[in-house]
């Protein structure tokens, strides 16, 4: 499996970003998606998952209201839309997929199975 993610950069407070994550290789008949974060020196944290069907998400409460994660019809990107950006949430963003049809809600560090290499997001003040 290989991910992929793209559409980070550099944003002002209150600025938006839309980050995409293109899904390839053979996975699991099910997977959720899901997005973390991490910032240099900090454990990578949640933001965002989505189930396999795409009617259940879950998220992080330092973005709820703010941010969306949605996955196109045929299962193969994964985004998260990013609104009202704030400084805190520069971090470097990666997509991660769990061979699992139902997210993770407790631990969901300990429940991925695969990793893109990540995407920078910087929100300036």
């Known amino acids: 499996v290989q991910l992929e993610e793209s559409g980070g950069g550099l944003v002002q407070t209150g600025g938006s970003l839309r980050l995409s994550c293109a899904i390839s290789?053979?996975?699991?008949?099910?997977?959720?998606m899901n997005w973390f974060r991490q910032v240099p020196g900090k454990e990578r944290e949640f933001v965002a998952g989505?189930?396999?069907?795409?009617?259940?998400?879950f998220y992080a409460d330092s973005v709820r209201g703010r941010f969306t994660i949605s996955r196109d019809g045929a299962k193969k990107t994964v985004y998260l839309q990013m609104d009202s950006l704030k400084p805190e949430d520069t971090a470097i963003y990666y997509c991660?997929?769990?061979?699992?049809?139902?997210?993770?809600?407790?631990?969901?560090?300990?429940?991925?199975?695969?990793w893109g290499q990540g995407t920078q997001v910087t929100v300036s003040s």
């Open positions: 989505i189930s396999w069907s795409g009617t259940s998400t």
């Open positions: 290789g053979r996975t699991f008949s099910r997977p959720t």
């Open positions: 991660a997929m769990r061979d699992d049809p139902y997210i993770a809600t407790v631990n969901p560090l300990n429940y991925v199975d695969h």
